[in-house]
Nanobody
Framework: QVQLVESGGGLVQAGGSLRLSCAASGSIFSINAMGWYRQAPGKQRELVATITSGGTTNYADAVKGRFTISRDNAKNTVYLQMSSLKPEDTAVYYC???????????WGQGTQVTVSS
């Protein structure tokens, strides 16, 4: 089992920045890739960014060049630095971790990000 706790969401004006954090606990030795997803009202949950245990990153086209995902393995924490935020980035952001031989997926509780125009 892996537990994920997000923090860092909030309200920001367009063009501003926020940093999300996700702290993992439990069977952290089994974690493979970690990532961030988001879900806006009335829309499906979508991938934002992922990072493997080796540090390889992947981004959705909508956030490339504006968001940066990073991982501190010593702190068992993954971060999402968000810059040049747009109103369309408004969503609940969820931390995700794939763990174990079967790469089971675990989710955090979500943190709200609201970008005002």
């Amino acid at each position: 089992q892996v537990q994920l706790v997000e923090s860092g969401g909030g309200l920001v004006q367009a063009g501003g920045s926020l940093r999300l954090s996700c702290a993992a606990s439990g069977s952290i030795f089994s974690i493979n890739a970690m990532g961030w997803y988001r879900q806006a009202p009335g829309k499906q949950r979508e991938l934002v960014a992922t990072i493997t245990s080796g540090g390889t990153t992947n981004y959705a086209d909508a956030v490339k060049g504006r968001f940066t995902i990073s991982r501190d393995n010593a702190k068992n924490t993954v971060y999402l630095q968000m810059s040049s935020l747009k109103p369309e980035d408004t969503a609940v952001y969820y931390c995700n971790a794939g763990a174990g031989v079967y790469n089971l997926h675990y989710w955090g509780q979500g943190t709200q990000v609201t970008v005002s125009s």
